[in-house]
């Protein structure tokens, strides 16, 4: 795609199906991780908003370290493909203790907070969600409230007209600078309400080290996870640490938007969408402005064949993207490997994850790290 204006209608729904997640061929990771020293388990919590009873409870998907085995699990109704312990079937009531619980003895836990695209959902985390759980980590991903809800945690795929969220989505993107910021700060709401849950919670609260929280997110979400970098004024939140960005939708900020945000940053960003037109230039071209004015420890990754899509959790059923496949699979799992490489290099600041981040993949057709 190299026009963010499309020609045919085809396309326009390719673009809605890109904006959330895309189509499985393959597990990119699984159990046999050979960093892993856990399962993955894998639960649902419903957060209720306290000084609003009246406001729909935010459904968040959560992974944890577990000791209990995995197994097979279908997230959405079989909309992804996945493998974890589940802590109870979705008809247990709320307060019901978990079945496979998380592991408790060896402390507390970091944690990632994740952010989906426009229209997606929390389960587009499955994949990340299920690695990091495995490394020790609790990632927590909300459903956010957007105008096009193609996504949901606990039902999967919903009937939404993909013609109708497209176009709005291009008609947001196209906003560039004029962007409505006040309309989208629900979802900075969302974040913070499913952080401060999480941090409440009688089970995770224990298990949380809030001196080791990170936020991350793609496409959408990374205008979520940036805000709270400290991108927005007033929106910045000391306890997020480093920030990952997965093709990131970060057309509304500018350069003293960029210049604010002071913790380590990842940026990623597929060959294939590089030339979509951003702010008078390229999607590239803004990556490249944007990654100059963040303060170091920042990274700028450009994956070769890599699509928007590439960076989101894939499905089964297939409702957009063009690649599948071997290579794909291969795509996905260097994208995953250098997140958990940043995750754990500058929240966990382990030495170990240095032999990845020092090292350029020859999938990478630029990769960029300033440390001081």
Known sequence: MKNWMFPTMALIVLL???????ARTATVSGPD???????????????????????????????YPTKDVEAPHEYGGGLILGSAAVDAPPAAPPAAPPAAPPAAKEGRRPFLLYSHGYGGGGICAVTLGEALARRGWIVAAPDHGDDFQA???????????????????????????????????????EALHALNGMLAHETYEPLIDRRLIAAGGHSFGGY????????IEGRKDDRVKAVLMLSPGLFMFDKDDFARVAVPTMYMLGEQEQDQPRQGGTKLDLGHRAFALMAPPRYFLLIAGAEHSSFADPMRRRLGGRRSGAEESQRRALIQRYSIAFLERHVLESEAAESVLARRDPALLEYERVLD
Not at 16 to 22: K, R, V, W, Y
Not at 157 to 182: I, T, W, Y
Request: charged share 20%.
């Open 16 to 22: 809605a199906a890109t904006l959330m997640c895309t």
């Open 33 to 63: 991780d050979p960093a892993a020293q856990y399962h993955a388990g894998y639960t649902i919590l419903d957060l209720p908003w306290e000084h609003d009873p009246e406001r729909q409870p935010l459904t968040v998907a959560v992974w």
């Open 151 to 189: 996504i949901r945690i606990r039902t999967g795929r919903q009937g939404v007209n993909v013609v109708r969220f497209a176009l709005a989505a291009k008609r947001m993107a196209a906003q560039g600078l004029a962007f409505d910021f006040e309309k989208y700060s629900y979802r900075i709401d």
């Open 224 to 231: 979520t996870t940036l805000a709270l970098a400290g991108a």
